[in-house]
């Protein structure tokens, strides 16, 4: 009955593949985040969507790219993975109205090799 | 550029005792502020906000504490108890919510309660 669930937990993979993170949320939120959190420990934004639609997007390189097939699922992309693409990402969603907090998922530490 | 900052990365307290975490943010723009709490390797889970129209906010342990004047808040856990042992990350706002709504997280500090 986890609430945020991202897959895989762990991944490993060498410089200059494509690799893909995905997130669910079953709370009903309307809108989803990406996180990353670096090897100085800030979270920061990356991405957020609402009902499938891009809301935020933080100066993040093209590399990345997110897609929400549907508003309970956002998953993460990433091409041409470079050594400093090395974090834990985390996924987020909340309600869209009010300030409801952030629900996170455990997380998913990649490190590029 | 930091805009929320928590100087202390570290702090340890004796059960029983209050733990006292410390927020600074530099954005005057801020106008909502959240503590979070977050054990190894699980995401971090909400636990008490406080909105700029108000200076105090009070949750069973928990308070938070909010000077607008010296764009500081604090969080107070009373009494502190050994779970409470995570990394608590502070986080601010300056949107009304809805679909632009957007954290800004300082660093975290590991608070460690010592049975």
């Known amino acids: 009955d986890t609430a945020v669930s991202q897959t895989p937990k762990y991944l490993v993979t ?27 420990k800030f979270l920061k934004i990356m991405f957020s969507y ?3 639609e891009l809301i935020i997007n ?9 897609k ?17 693409d090395s974090a834990v990402y985390f996924c987020a969603s909340s309600q869209v109205t009010g300030r409801s907090p952030l629900h996170f998922g455990n997380g998913t530490r990649l490190t590029v090799t | 550029d930091q805009q929320v900052k928590q100087n202390s990365p570290s702090l340890s307290v004796q059960e029983g005792r209050i733990s006292i975490l410390n927020c600074d943010y530099t954005n005057s723009m801020f106008d909502y502020f ?4 977050k054990y190894p390797a699980e995401g971090p889970t909400f636990l008490i906000s406080i909105s700029s129209i108000k200076d ?11 000077n607008k004047s010296a764009k500081h808040l604090s969080l107070h856990i009373v ?6 042992s995570a990394v608590y990350f502070c986080a601010a ?7 632009n709504y957007k954290l800004t997280f300082g660093k975290g500090t590991l608070l460690t309660v010592n049975p």
């Open chain 1, 68 to 84: 929400s097939p549907d508003k309970a699922h956002l998953n993460l992309h990433i091409n041409s993975l470079e050594l400093g």
């Open chain 2, 56 to 66: 105090k906010n009070e949750d069973g342990r928990f308070t938070v504490f909010l």
């Open chain 2, 93 to 99: 706002s300056p949107n009304s919510g809805g679909s």
């Open chain 2, 79 to 84: 009494p502190s108890q050994p779970g409470d």
């Open chain 2, 34 to 37: 959240l503590w979070y709490k």
């Open chain 1, 58 to 66: 933080e100066t993040v390189p093209n590399r990345f790219s997110p």
């Open chain 1, 14 to 40: 060498q410089m200059g593949n494509d690799k893909s993170i995905k997130c669910e949320q079953n709370l009903g939120h309307d809108t989803m985040y990406w996180y990353k959190q670096d090897s100085k």
């Open chain 1, 50 to 52: 609402n009902n499938k």
